[in-house]
């Protein structure tokens, strides 16, 4: 398996965390108490089978280290909130809209890397056609995933297994914060952004201003209001990361961070190109996303069933694996730093089984009230996609045939500051 670590990267205790009390925040790594998170998570893990009682739930317990309420670390200041107005939306789609999505899950049975394919099922146009799928899918699914606790919508690496999947979110961001060495001012770029929350966070942790860029304008309108109602000042740019050049200017950015977007993006050689080109030099990348390890054998049946069953689940076009990863990277001019499964024990099933086993739970209540007629029911056509092979999931990542935690750091090398060449004649 290609796991390489050339150099770790150094936590600056001035950077990374300066908005925090003055303790490092790796202190909310594994090491911590389970008493400041735990409980919140003990919660959510009782009520697995019971949906709806978590969702006026509201975490008040402190984080002893930073001295903010846990509830501030959260996605969403009240999750009950955000629930209802994702309801809400839902409840109000139109057939075509119903229609749009599940029409669109037809891009996951296609591979970029398989180009004929691609134009014998969407057309020559194809990646114009991807994109309107991509639209009509996440305008819909960042809805359904805010029904649960991935409003944030990426299941991240196994931080802290005593902890739920929105504290491992956090706990991950702030690792990716540290390992970029975030200052205050610092300009970050962020390609699918989501709905600005790991932004919101980001720029809270560290005084950082991040750039979000995102296909999707449903997210990007709850990004921008997050965005003000937290009093931030990140910016976010519609924009299909498949259209290249990115639209900015050279060495514009301080680092660059993307979770779980790149799974979409047709040509990474060229994208790491482009981001390279917008960091200043001795700017840091970060990157987690969805490979196909080393294990996975394409000839073997039962992993390419399981392969079609999954790609659909997580939302990934291409199948990258970390060799491929780092070769362009490093083609693009990038330093690798870091190569690894960011998941302890390189294992994100638990918290895949988290996830999943509340979004069977909510899938129980949701057909019940279908049925009485208390729900349209368009809910159920949601709700069975939506679960469908979890279990193929979790399988897939204990059988360590993909992951979608897979993390890679590196650097753009700043030649300004590099060691001058021994010429041939004063080496003589
Ligand atoms: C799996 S989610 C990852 C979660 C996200 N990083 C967050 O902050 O919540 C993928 C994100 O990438 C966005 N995305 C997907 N395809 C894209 C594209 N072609 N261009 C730009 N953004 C895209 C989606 O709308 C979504 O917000």
């Known amino acids: 398996m290609s796991a390489i670590i050339i150099q770790a990267p150094i936590p600056d205790p001035a950077r990374a965390g300066p908005m925090m009390t003055a303790k490092d925040r790796s202190s909310t790594s594994s090491t911590q108490s389970s008493n400041t998170l735990f409980d919140a998570d003990a919660q959510l893990d009782h009520t697995a089978h019971k949906p709806w009682k978590h969702f006026g739930f509201r975490?008040?317990?402190?984080?002893?280290?930073?001295?903010?309420?846990?509830?501030e670390r959260s996605a969403s200041d009240?999750?009950?909130?955000?629930?209802?107005?994702?309801f809400r939306y839902?409840?109000?789609?139109?057939?075509?809209?119903?229609?749009?999505?599940?029409?669109?899950?037809?891009?996951?049975?296609?591979?970029?890397?398989?180009?004929?394919?691609?134009?014998?099922?969407?057309?020559t146009d194809y990646k114009q056609k991807v994109g309107d799928s991509l639209?009509?899918?996440?305008?819909?699914?960042?809805?359904?995933?805010?029904?649960?606790?991935?409003?944030?919508?990426?299941?991240?690496?196994?931080?802290?297994?005593?902890?739920?999947?929105?504290?491992?979110?956090?706990?991950?961001?702030?690792?990716?914060?540290?390992?970029?060495g975030l200052a205050p001012?610092?300009?970050?770029?962020?390609?699918?952004?989501?709905?600005?929350?790991?932004?919101?966070?980001?720029?809270k942790y560290t005084g950082a201003h991040i750039t979000g860029i995102n296909i999707d304008p449903n997210q990007l309108?709850?990004?921008?209001?997050?965005?003000?109602?937290?009093?931030?000042?990140?910016?976010?740019?519609?924009?299909?990361?498949?259209?290249?050049?990115?639209?900015?200017?050279?060495?514009?950015?301080?680092?660059?961070?993307?979770i779980q977007a790149f799974s979409l993006c047709q040509d990474l050689p060229a994208m790491f190109r482009e981001v390279y080109r917008v960091l200043k030099p001795g700017a840091r990348f970060s990157f987690l996303d969805w490979v196909r390890l080393p294990a996975y054998d394409e000839t073997n049946p039962e992993h390419a069933a399981l392969m079609r069953r999954v790609k659909p689940l997580i939302g990934a076009v291409g199948t990258p694996t970390p060799a491929g990863l780092e070769k362009a990277l490093t083609d693009a001019g990038f330093q690798v730093t870091r190569s690894d499964n960011?998941?302890?024990?390189?294992?994100?099933?638990?918290?895949?089984?988290?996830?999943?086993?509340?979004?069977?739970?909510?899938?129980?209540?949701?057909?019940?009230?279908?049925?009485?007629?208390v729900l349209p029911k368009h809910f159920k056509t949601l709700i069975n996609r939506l679960c469908l092979d979890g279990q193929a999931f979790v399988q897939?990542?204990?059988?360590?045939?993909i992951s979608t935690s897979y993390r890679i750091l590196a650097v753009k090398p700043d030649v300004s500051t590099a060691a001058a060449p021994v010429s041939n004649e004063t080496s003589r």
């Open 221 to 258: 309108a709850q990004a921008r209001a997050w965005n003000v109602q937290q009093g931030l000042s990140n910016t976010f740019v519609e924009r299909d990361q498949n259209d290249l050049p990115l639209p900015f200017a050279d060495a514009s950015f301080d680092a660059f961070y993307q």
């Open 90 to 123: 839902l409840s109000n789609l139109t057939p075509k809209q119903v229609d749009d999505y599940m029409a669109s899950y037809a891009i996951y049975d296609l591979d970029w890397a398989d180009e004929p394919a691609m134009i014998a099922a969407l057309g």
């Open 135 to 180: 639209r009509a899918y996440y305008g819909v699914i960042n809805h359904l995933c805010a029904l649960g606790s991935v409003e944030k919508m990426y299941i991240p690496p196994l931080m802290n297994k005593r902890v739920s999947v929105l504290d491992n979110q956090l706990l991950y961001e702030e690792s990716v914060a540290r390992d970029l």
């Open 342 to 373: 960011a998941s302890i024990d390189g294992l994100q099933a638990p918290l895949i089984d988290k996830v999943d086993v509340y979004f069977r739970a909510l899938r129980q209540f949701v057909l019940a009230l279908v049925h009485l007629r």
């Open 59 to 71: 975490r008040q317990h402190l984080d002893q280290d930073s001295k903010i309420s846990v509830e």
């Open 78 to 86: 009240k999750r009950s909130k955000t629930f209802w107005k994702s």
């Open 185 to 203: 001012g610092d300009r970050v770029l962020d390609i699918g952004c989501g709905r600005g929350r790991v932004a919101a966070h980001m720029a």
């Open 396 to 401: 897939m990542d204990r059988m360590r045939l």
